[in-house]
């Protein structure tokens, strides 16, 4: 059984994002090489760089954490990553997964969207899952979205991964907000993360208490 879960674990690897000048070096299995690599130039506003970790799925969303270990902590956590903000991370983790898919290192699978739920960043409360977009869209509709109360509708697939991008989902526009039937509100990828998350840790606690050990 060992065995069995060493053969069914995923397997996690890296690789450096050089935006600057437009690389992606890697795969590298341990994290220690890829940190070895970035930290060969500084980062800084003239050469913004990261660690991405990746998987089957692509770059995990979030990089601040990789491997265990605090990338947000910049230089002083020994690591030379330098990114503007939430809107670069995505452009690193697309050319992260742009570049894994050319390898054959990752596999481009459709994203099977299985479980709605409506999520809300401002009162961190979760609701759903919901069978269909439509059900979860009438609840998201019940409140208006605004800055001081972000939501959305967040999406996983049977294995409890988030759509990292929810501009479109249950092939509806809730990227165009009002305008496309949500009242869908956040204020960029740094809110679409953080509620993806939410999403994500709630489906997880219900496996829990599904399946206690």
């Known amino acids: 059984s060992e065995l069995m879960l060493l053969i069914s674990k995923p397997v996690n690897w890296f690789c450096v994002v050089k935006k600057t000048s437009g690389l992606v070096i890697g ?6 090489e890829a940190k070895k690599e970035l930290n060969k130039t500084r980062g800084g506003a ?32 020994g690591f030379e990553k330098w990114w503007g903000g939430w809107a670069e991370i ?12 050319k390898q054959g290192l990752i596999i481009d ?10 999520v809300n960043a401002s009162t961190k409360k979760v609701k759903g899952p919901y069978k269909d977009v439509l059900e979860a869209q009438k609840v998201l509709n019940e409140h208006k979205g605004g800055p001081s109360n972000k939501q959305m ?14 501009h479109t989902i249950g ?25 993806n998350r939410m999403a994500r840790d709630t489906w997880k606690q219900m496996q829990e208490e599904e399946n206690p050990s």
Request: glycine share 14%; proline share 5%; charged share 20%.
């Open 153 to 166: 509708v967040a999406v996983l697939n049977e294995k409890g991964e988030s759509k990292s991008d929810p």
């Open 171 to 195: 092939g509806q526009n809730q990227g165009a907000g009002e305008a496309g039937g949500f009242n869908k509100w956040w204020s960029g990828w740094g809110d679409i993360v953080h509620m």
């Open 46 to 77: 003239n050469n913004r760089q990261m660690i991405c970790e990746m998987s089957q799925s692509g770059a995990k969303d979030d990089p601040h954490t990789v491997g265990d270990e605090n990338q947000g902590a910049g230089a002083p956590g």
């Open 27 to 32: 795969p590298f299995k341990e994290l220690s």
């Open 90 to 101: 995505k452009q690193m983790n697309t050319m992260a997964n742009k570049w894994a898919k």
């Open 109 to 118: 699978n459709p994203f099977l969207e299985k479980y709605y739920f409506v």
